[in-house]
């Protein structure tokens, strides 16, 4: 089992708040990710980070932040949501290479809803 | 750079039928392959996995087998059964500077 938790599993608020998606993983990894991905749909990367202090955007562009202060946390934050944000939002890590084949571990997702 | 391709779906079968869905990929060096399969409200959860070519992965009666020669990870179940209903994903992942690569998914249907 993996070891990687995510707070909130389920948030709704409401148009302008400012919201932090918390993650956070027990393994060591260095590399650490954020996935937006709308119902069984495709993942799109919005964030990563190959180790503390370092953080990237990804593929899909995002009015998110990100942080990484300590190798376990990656924090996702929100300064004014919208509906627009609404999604699911998945945290991954992957192990650093051989033997262990750098597996990716997800959590299991917080449901943003922006009313 | 890395790219992963995968039947479109939904694939819809009957219980107890024979299941492949096609991933191809493109991949600098020598990455390590997975799938991983979603359920309704869910995180992905890993399926199984290779790490070099010629490797099969297993797992509840799944298979894969990592071909070299055609780029390919195809996964295959002999029987499926309504429980295995889910999104699965095709992903590839290096080591270094690399970023896992992910397929777009496809979703499987099983009826009794």
């Known amino acids: 089992e993996a070891d990687i938790y995510q707070t909130p599993r389920y948030l709704v608020i409401g148009t302008g708040k400012k919201i932090t998606l918390e993650c956070s993983q027990t393994m060591g990894h260095d590399k650490m990710y954020w996935y937006q991905q709308d119902p069984g749909m495709e993942l799109h990367l919005i964030h990563y980070?190959?180790?503390?202090?370092?953080?990237e955007k990804g593929d899909l562009s995002s009015e998110s932040t990100v942080s990484r202060i300590r190798t376990e946390h990656f924090p996702l934050t929100l300064e004014s949501a919208r509906p627009s944000h609404t999604s699911q939002y998945l945290c991954a890590s992957s192990e650093p290479g051989p033997p262990a084949g750098n597996t990716i571990y997800f959590g299991e997702g917080s449901w943003l809803t922006v009313v | 750079g890395n790219s992963v391709t995968q039947m479109e779906g939904p694939v819809t079968l009957s219980e107890e039928a024979f299941l492949t869905i096609n991933c191809t990929y493109t991949a600098t060096g020598y990455p390590s392959l997975f799938w991983y399969v979603q359920y309704p409200g869910e995180g992905l959860q890993l399926l199984l996995k290779?790490?070099?070519?010629?490797d099969k992965g297993s797992n509840k009666g799944f298979e894969a087998t990592y071909r070299k020669e055609t780029t390919s990870f195809h996964l295959e179940k002999g029987s499926v059964q309504v429980s295995d209903s889910a999104v699965y994903f095709c992903?590839?992942?290096?080591?270094?500077?690399?970023?896992?690569?992910f397929g777009r998914g496809t979703s499987l249907i099983v009826h009794p």
């Open positions: 980070s190959y180790g503390v202090n370092s953080t």
């Open positions: 290779a790490t070099k070519a010629d």
């Open positions: 992903a590839l992942a290096s080591g270094g500077s690399y970023i896992p690569t």
